[in-house]
Protein backbone atom coordinates (compact mmCIF):
# COMPACT_ATOMS: atom_id res chain seq x y z
CA UNK A 1 0.00 0.00 0.00
CA UNK A 2 1.56 3.32 -1.08
CA UNK A 3 1.28 6.53 0.92
CA UNK A 4 -1.54 8.22 -1.79
CA UNK A 5 -3.44 4.84 -1.08
CA UNK A 6 -3.55 5.63 2.90
CA UNK A 7 -4.17 9.06 2.16
CA UNK A 8 -7.16 8.56 -0.28
CA UNK A 9 -8.39 5.66 2.32
CA UNK A 10 -7.97 8.20 5.11
CA UNK A 11 -10.20 10.90 3.21
CA UNK A 12 -12.66 8.84 1.53
CA UNK A 13 -13.29 7.34 5.31
CA UNK A 14 -13.13 10.62 6.70
CA UNK A 15 -15.81 12.06 4.07
CA UNK A 16 -18.23 9.56 4.64
CA UNK A 17 -19.30 10.32 8.37
CA UNK A 18 -18.60 14.23 7.63
CA UNK A 19 -21.61 14.52 5.06
CA UNK A 20 -23.67 12.29 7.17
CA UNK A 21 -23.75 14.39 9.72
CA UNK A 22 -23.59 17.99 7.67
CA UNK A 23 -26.78 16.74 5.70
CA UNK A 24 -28.48 14.30 7.28
CA UNK A 25 -30.56 16.14 10.02
CA UNK A 26 -31.26 18.72 7.33
CA UNK A 27 -33.05 16.19 4.89
CA UNK A 28 -34.73 14.68 8.08
CA UNK A 29 -35.63 18.31 9.45
CA UNK A 30 -37.33 19.63 5.69
CA UNK A 31 -38.71 16.28 4.61
CA UNK A 32 -39.56 14.13 7.76
CA UNK A 33 -39.41 10.48 7.44
CA UNK A 34 -38.89 10.88 3.62
CA UNK A 35 -35.98 12.78 4.51
CA UNK A 36 -34.78 9.96 5.74
CA UNK A 37 -34.82 7.69 2.90
CA UNK A 38 -33.80 10.18 0.55
CA UNK A 39 -30.01 10.60 2.51
CA UNK A 40 -29.86 6.70 2.53
CA UNK A 41 -30.59 7.07 -1.03
CA UNK A 42 -28.24 9.79 -2.00
CA UNK A 43 -25.81 10.51 0.70
CA UNK A 44 -24.47 6.61 0.79
CA UNK A 45 -25.18 6.22 -2.31
CA UNK A 46 -22.90 9.47 -3.98
CA UNK A 47 -20.41 8.53 -1.19
CA UNK A 48 -20.07 4.75 -2.29
CA UNK A 49 -19.74 6.01 -5.39
CA UNK A 50 -16.79 8.14 -4.74
CA UNK A 51 -15.45 5.65 -2.60
CA UNK A 52 -15.44 2.12 -4.25
CA UNK A 53 -17.74 2.68 -7.68
CA UNK A 54 -16.11 4.49 -9.52
CA UNK A 55 -13.06 1.23 -9.64
CA UNK A 56 -16.52 -0.78 -10.41
CA UNK A 57 -17.16 1.24 -13.10
CA UNK A 58 -14.13 2.48 -14.98
CA UNK A 59 -11.54 -0.22 -13.87
CA UNK A 60 -9.34 3.15 -11.82
CA UNK A 61 -9.38 3.03 -8.19
CA UNK A 62 -11.88 4.92 -5.90
CA UNK A 63 -10.50 6.93 -2.79
CA UNK A 64 -10.96 3.65 -1.21
CA UNK A 65 -7.98 1.18 -1.86
CA UNK A 66 -9.15 -2.37 -1.08
CA UNK A 67 -6.23 -4.28 -0.27
CA UNK A 68 -7.82 -7.54 0.28
CA UNK A 69 -9.41 -6.87 3.96
CA UNK A 70 -13.16 -6.63 3.46
CA UNK A 71 -14.44 -3.58 5.71
CA UNK A 72 -18.06 -2.04 5.00
CA UNK A 73 -18.31 1.90 5.07
CA UNK A 74 -20.29 1.17 7.88
CA UNK A 75 -17.41 1.29 9.95
CA UNK A 76 -16.15 4.38 8.86
CA UNK A 77 -19.48 6.10 9.39
CA UNK A 78 -19.71 4.67 13.06
CA UNK A 79 -16.62 5.20 14.19
CA UNK A 80 -16.53 8.73 12.46
CA UNK A 81 -20.06 9.99 14.05
CA UNK A 82 -18.96 8.63 17.61
CA UNK A 83 -15.84 10.66 17.67
CA UNK A 84 -17.77 13.57 16.27
CA UNK A 85 -20.41 13.16 19.33
CA UNK A 86 -17.60 12.42 21.79
CA UNK A 87 -16.22 15.71 20.50
CA UNK A 88 -19.74 17.57 20.79
CA UNK A 89 -19.67 16.26 24.60
CA UNK A 90 -22.02 12.89 24.51
CA UNK A 91 -20.64 10.43 27.03
CA UNK A 92 -19.90 6.83 26.03
CA UNK A 93 -21.81 5.35 28.54
CA UNK A 94 -23.39 1.36 29.04
CA UNK A 95 -26.51 2.28 26.28
CA UNK A 96 -23.58 2.75 23.80
CA UNK A 97 -21.38 0.45 24.15
CA UNK A 98 -24.51 -1.88 23.89
CA UNK A 99 -25.05 -0.48 20.18
CA UNK A 100 -21.64 -0.77 19.33
CA UNK A 101 -21.39 -4.32 20.15
CA UNK A 102 -24.67 -5.29 18.91
CA UNK A 103 -23.45 -3.41 15.57
CA UNK A 104 -20.05 -5.66 15.63
CA UNK A 105 -22.14 -9.02 16.25
CA UNK A 106 -24.24 -8.02 13.03
CA UNK A 107 -21.40 -7.21 11.31
CA UNK A 108 -19.83 -10.48 11.67
CA UNK A 109 -22.78 -12.05 11.54
CA UNK A 110 -23.74 -10.26 7.90
CA UNK A 111 -19.98 -11.10 6.71
CA UNK A 112 -20.54 -14.83 7.59
CA UNK A 113 -23.63 -15.59 5.83
CA UNK A 114 -22.21 -13.34 2.52
CA UNK A 115 -19.05 -15.39 3.01
CA UNK A 116 -20.66 -18.31 2.80
CA UNK A 117 -23.18 -17.79 0.21
Known amino acids: MTLEHIVTTLVGAALFPF ?3 LLW ?3 TDEFGPFGGFMSA ?3 VGSMWALNHGY ?3 NGGN ?13 T ?3 VGL ?8 AKFDAHSSRNVIAAIIGGIL ?8
Open 19 to 21: VIR
Open 25 to 27: GHF
Open 41 to 43: LWI
Open 55 to 57: STI
Open 62 to 74: GLIYQSGAWVDMG
Open 76 to 78: AAG
Open 82 to 89: IVASMARG
Open 110 to 117: GGLILALA
